[in-house]
């Protein structure tokens, strides 16, 4: 039997279902694990990119230049240099950038730094460090999106603003038992396929309307995936809205017993629906993603985490930072999709993440061994030393509040899930956590950052009392 059929309490569902419900098409069965292992990808797999630099094609908005590293020292044993980076300058304009290799399991123990040159001033950046700790986020082990053989290992993105020149340099750490037959000067080996990402995110992509005359649309096209990522949303919104209004808590009740077909319970202790810009509204281009959207049975905690992808971007940069990261998840790491449910800038600002509805139970991949019944919250920024701003807490609790309260959730509360796999819970244990989590507690990570992670306690609280609780 197929993984996918395997993964208990989880719903395939086909575009042309969605688009069904809304657009009056034709309605069509499940997807079968056959479908969803032909889903169209527009990933390429890290042998097929050439030595050379591979922009995209220029009809898509938005680019991901991929470059292989070189040794930085004359020391080269079996393949293998301790020091590795690039030296760009005059190359295409670029954002975010990061770094991949071939194998997903592989960690990189080393360090990682860059610097930029800024596209409008000509000046160089002083050295960034980029978090090399990125495995912690993901699907979990076994599941369609884990098992694709287009994955791969990777850094944390990090944003850096319109620049047209790189300088990088990988350095591995000191090994604790020097093996000098395999490393050279007592370092630990770097991953095989060490290559330097350049994202362009791109600008807003022209999204157009429900096609004129009739809602059909071929299969498999990018104004396909488009109508479906729209669709899922009207439960909400008109088709195509680009935000998701905010509403009071009256309001939010009404809407859910609306949606529950009248039947509302006498405490549904659900908070005020924030204001949730859409895909859309981001500028999503859906071509880049898998097709279909892929459920869990509910949500019964919500894991916060923080992009590692540095504070230097303004509010108004957001939504092309969370393009950037989009593009990277998936063109570089060989995601289906961008990993996490929502994402919240430092004015506060929430956006929808994976495609597939924000009131729906949708499988993410944020973190390993705990997808399941659980939704993924990122704060974009890096808050390891760095202090998240107020608004920042309070959107994650307002949120959190109102997507957990449609599933009978209690901010304060504790739940059972049950691992799916990682470095602190092995496959199958039942684990009790609290409803509302930060990444490390579901596997071992410095993720969500020391500061935000402090702050949980008060999103809990908050979110609490959003509820009415």
Known sequence: MSMIMGMRGFLTTSIGVTCAAVLALPLTSPATAATVRAERTTTTTTAALTAHEKPEAAALPGSTRSLPLVPLSGERVLGAAPEQGLYRAGVRRFSLVGVIWDDPDTVLHGRVQVRTRSAATGTWSGWQDIDTHNDDHGADPGTADRSSGLVRGATAPLWVGDSDGVDLRVRAAAADRPDRSRTGAGRSPLPAGLRLQLVDPGGRAPLPGPPAGTPRVAAGTRGDAMVATSAANTDLVPYGATEIPALSRSATERELARREGGGLRAKPYVGPRPRIVTRRGWGAN????????????????????????????????????????????????????????????????????????????????????????????????????????????????????????????????????????????????????????????????????????????????????????
């Not at 509910?298 to 393009?323: D, E, L």
Request: glycine content about 14%; aromatic content about 10%; proline content about 2%.
């Open 286 to 469: 859906e071509s880049l993603r898998r097709g279909g959207f892929v459920y869990t049975k509910r949500v019964k905690a919500a894991f916060v985490h923080h992009t590692a992808s540095g504070n230097r971007y303004t509010c108004a940069q957001a939504p092309s930072v969370i393009r950037g990261i989009y593009r990277y998840h998936v063109k570089s790491m060989g995601w289906r999709d961008i990993g996490y449910n929502f994402l919240v800038d430092k004015c506060g600002t929430v956006y929808e993440g994976r495609a597939g509805g924000v009131a729906k139970a949708v499988y993410g991949a944020h973190t390993r061994g705990f997808n399941t019944d659980s939704m993924g919250i990122a704060v974009i920024g890096s808050f390891g030393s760095a202090k998240p701003s107020r608004a920042a807490v309070n959107a994650v609790a307002r949120l959190a509040a109102w997507k957990l309260g449609l599933y009978g959730a209690d901010p304060r509360g504790k739940t059972s899930l049950r691992s799916g796999g990682g470095n602190l819970y092995a496959k199958g244990k039942i684990v009790r956590l609290n409803v509302i989590s930060g990444h490390r507690d579901g596997f071992a990570t410095s993720c969500p950052g020391k500061r935000l992670y402090a702050k949980l306690g008060t999103a809990r609280s908050t979110a609490a009392r959003y509820q009415g609780r």
